[in-house]
């Protein structure tokens, strides 16, 4: 079972993972692949989390790793791990890993990012505090994880072959069930329960009943959370291709309020964010997308509670703000609108596109991200400095009158310009 699952993974993953088994075998430590990429290879859907786990030192092995091939990494002295990015050195790993490799290897194949982690178990002080680590055998670190299907562990060094887990992993697996391993679960890492919901939804499965228990029983520990650690699981949560089916059931558990009283998944917040591209990767524009329906106080709190970076909370304002004017500009000229979004971030501008049911102001916002936001006055200040005008206030009102006029079809040639601003130059 071990060797067909390991011919699962794509041909150019499989040679690189022998790579890397080959320098952990120079260093005397065991390597395995552990987590979700081997319950989805179990489940035959493709994976993209290459989560590798070391029964010794991980942040030595990823070191040799660059060492040995280049890229980027980021190490976390504190839990023993470290990431590699092999983004910027796929072509040169080409033909090196042709070496290890059965077949013939496709570049597009490679993993962006290899995760590293030394085996270790994890004690918890209080609840929803980042747990205290320490090296560990591999059964150590499977009774540490989440949930019973995300314990499978499939070795990569020669000298093991069995596929470890906890013992209810494959039986879960087989009927579907999304398990705790035990029932402080939820109250050690309450991000757990976002991560309940979100697998639960994404594989098609059912929250075991005890763990929903449990769960439910947890959600006051949310408050307890970071607002970067609850935004870094709805990131996950909105970039999903069924984002709105886990928002409606982490809706419908408690979640979102849990979060905070007013953030809302009512059907005018599920149709925006459903008009979402479904492969969207831009998790600040679903934010926008989302919030921009709330008044502006809520998205203050909500914002400051996720801790939204300055700009993510500027846009979602302005998004809100703009909701609520675009009623009152659908008969302003171009050149009116205009100057109304020209101060509105792109961000929100481009939400809103997602957000407005209204056609006639969906439409107003596209004209203005298409062809309104690029017209120009051919003249600028050089050519009002030829023609004799002294710098000023005068500048902006000469210009401004010009951009009004090509954007409300008062001009619409060169030569129209001209006579205009001949004739504002004479005023």
Known sequence: MSDDLFQRIPAAARALLKAVSNLAEKQGVVLYIVGGFVRDLKLGISSTDYDLVVVGDAVKLARALRKSYGGDL???????????????????LVQTLQDFADEAINISELPE???????????????????????????????????????????????????????????????????????????DDPTRIFRAVRYEQRLG?????????????????????SGDRIRHELDHIILEVERIAILERLDDLGVLAAIDQDLVLNATVRAGLGRLPGDTENADMAYVTWLAYLPQEDIQ?????????????????????????????????????????????????KAMTYVLEDANQKRLVENYLNDWVDIKARADGHTLKERGLEPGPRYKEILTTLRSAWLDG?????????????RLLND
Not at 74 to 92: D, I, L, M
Not at 305 to 320: G, I, K, N, V, Y
Not at 411 to 418: D, Q, Y
């Open 74 to 92: 980021r190490v976390h002295k504190r839990f023993g791990t470290a990431n590699w990015t092999v983004t910027s050195v796929k072509s040169n």
């Open 113 to 187: 990012l290899l995760d590293f982690v030394t085996a270790r178990s994890e004690s918890y002080t209080q609840p929803a505090a980042l747990p205290k680590v320490q090296p560990g055998d591999m059964q150590a670190d499977l009774a540490r994880r989440d949930f019973t299907v995300n314990t499978f562990a499939l070795p990569l060094s020669e000298a093991v072959s069995e596929i470890l887990s906890v013992p209810e992993a494959q039986q879960d697996l087989d009927q579907g069930l999304i398990r705790v391993l035990h029932d402080q679960s939820f109250i």
């Open 205 to 225: 499965f059912e929250i075991e009943p005890h763990t929903l228990e449990l769960l439910q029983a947890a959600l006051p520990y949310i408050a307890e959370l």
């Open 301 to 349: 709190r909500i914002a400051a509670r996720l801790q939204f970076s300055t700009e993510l909370t500027e846009a979602s304002l302005a998004a809100s703000k703009l909701k609520s004017d675009l009623p009152d500009l659908s008969e302003a000229s171009p050149s009116q609108l205009v100057k109304c979004l020209e101060h509105v971030p792109d961000l929100a501008l």
């Open 410 to 422: 008062e001009v619409s040639t060169p030569e129209e310009e001209e006579v205009l601003l001949e």
